[in-house]
């Protein structure tokens, strides 16, 4: 059974801050993974997507790396800013079955003007 | 092309109630996920579905709890006599084939409050 775990569960930095966010997984046998953001009481932002044939993403300020073998993915966020304020996931789509996302409980980032 | 859409945003309903939450999945998507999400826990796949197909109902409680996506229309998840616990925002997503590098497109999600 495949089981995502995200590290640290909260974490506060002041503005401009480089800060890295760390997701594991039990099982390599996925398709890819995905990084969220998720503000308060809002949906689901799709923030990164990387395949499991890829290492990392960019995209501005953001990238993301993915070690199938190891089953790690971080997430790199660069000078970071109060707007990045939100809870970030991480998820993987597992092989088989319903190839179904299977998400980390998030970790909570507060950026501090 | 619009995204995932989820309504209704917000629903109160008191015990024993039904409730119906909707998710019409973007344009040219025939894959529909449900996820339930409950205070600070993450999101727990509930039902996976095609057109008038359930691939996937793992995740879904035995009782009280059904989903359908009809050949035309949208996908509904009814819960039938909820209880306090069924509090929760419930998520949707859209794929547009069972794309294994495929990303899943998210509803800004239904939250239900139980009285």
């Known amino acids: 059974k495949q089981e995502v775990t995200q590290i640290p569960a909260a974490l506060s930095v002041p503005e401009g801050e480089n800060l890295v966010l760390n997701c594991s997984f039990t099982d390599s046998a996925i398709y890819n993974l995905q990084w969220f953001r998720q503000d308060p009481g809002k949906g689901l932002t799709s923030l990164l997507l990387?395949?499991?044939?890829?290492r990392e993403q960019t995209s501005g300020r953001l990238n993301a790396s993915l070690d199938k073998s190891s089953g790690r993915s971080t997430l790199y966020i660069a000078a970071s800013q109060p707007g990045d304020s939100a809870t970030y996931l991480c998820a993987v789509r597992v092989q088989g079955g319903s190839e179904k996302l299977v998400f980390g409980k998030g970790t909570k980032l507060t950026v501090n003007p | 092309n619009a995204g995932v859409m989820q309504n209704p945003r917000h629903l109160v309903r008191r015990r024993g109630q039904e409730a119906r939450l909707r998710c019409s999945p973007m344009?040219?998507?025939?894959?529909v996920y449900w996820y339930r999400q409950l205070p600070e826990e993450g999101l727990k796949f509930m039902v996976y579905?095609?057109?008038?197909?359930?691939?996937?109902e793992s995740g879904m409680p035995k009782e009280r709890f059904s989903a359908e996506f009809p050949k035309e229309g949208p996908s509904i998840l009814r819960i039938q006599q909820v209880v306090r616990g069924d509090s929760a925002a419930y998520f949707c997503?859209?794929?547009?084939?069972?794309?294994?590098?495929?990303?899943?497109?998210f509803g800004e999600g239904s939250r239900l409050t139980v009285l």
């Open positions: 579905l095609q057109k008038e197909n359930i691939i996937d």
């Open positions: 990387i395949q499991s044939s890829q």
């Open positions: 344009k040219g998507h025939s894959h």
């Open positions: 997503a859209s794929s547009p084939d069972r794309g294994r590098i495929g990303e899943l497109f």
